[in-house]
């Protein structure tokens, strides 16, 4: 339950420092912190519009994205504080009803009968199944590490102790947060803030939502963000108390957007038919982790 409303008031302010980043870099004032959130709820108070071509999948797919994240969320720990839920193999259940509120993400983005968002669509869905090994490897090896497969008992259980644990951690951690990027369609995969049609990924997807709907999905973007920073921070947090632990959760958070903010600000986005090449080499950078897991268990020599 800690877990969560750290999350839930983290995931308040990261948009907000990313924002803030950019701006500090490019030399203009920006908004406030507490603008994207201020968006939102505006958002929330609004009527969804919905076009006649429109059917029930367009209508609950904003419900069902929302509801995936909240789900996630509820099955990640801080630490020795259990998290909502706690099963085994609840890192298959994360991945998944993730997956299950993209699908529903695309199929609306399909409802609508648009080229454009179609188009969208078919990105997303590619990106995010080749971003998928990437995740498993990563939690795959810790659960090799731990022998546990419930993210609880794999961070409860995980104790870095050497520089090579540590090395592995970082590695770790940068994977999970250009996976983060990923999904929230952030560069150098997708420019957030683009308006040309072809080369728009999750931008074009959310065309036609607006109001209550667009809210869910925004304010379901800065819970993934806050969401995937978490896992990064349960993997360091270790057996440290809650008066070390939560402020070390919100120092990474705040480090994280700020990570972000930067290389948003100075990197350009990738061509598109260079993003498969981006999102393989996580992948070969989880096979480094895993084959290091496997020197530090003794289970290859």
Known sequence: MLSLLLILIAACFFDGI??????????????GI???IYD?????????????TCGWVFRWAPIVYCASVLAAISVIPFGQQPALFSFDGDF???????????????????????SFEGMGASREALFSMLA???????????ALLTGHTSFHDIFAH?????????????LAAFILLMVAMIENSRLPIDDPKTHLELTMIHEVMILDNSGFDLGLILSSGYLKFAMYTALIVNFFVGGLG??????????????AAVIIGVVESFMARLRMNHNPQFIFALTSIALMVIFGVLLLSGQLS
Request: hydrophobic residues 50%.
């Open 18 to 31: 990313i924002i803030r980043t950019k701006s500090i870099c490019a030399g203009r004032k920006g908004p």
């Open 34 to 36: 507490l603008q994207p």
């Open 40 to 52: 939102v709820w505006r958002l929330w108070h609004k009527a969804s519009v919905y076009s006649p």
């Open 92 to 114: 298959v259940f994360f991945a998944y009803i993730l997956a299950l509120g993209k699908l529903f993400s695309i199929l609306g983005a399909l409802d609508t009968g648009s």
């Open 132 to 142: 998928e090994p990437a995740f498993f490897l990563i939690i795959g090896s810790v």
């Open 158 to 170: 995980l104790h870095l102790g050497d520089p090579v644990s540590y090395a592995l951690a970082t």
């Open 242 to 255: 809650l008066e070390w632990g939560i402020p070390l959760f919100f120092s990474i958070q705040f480090a």
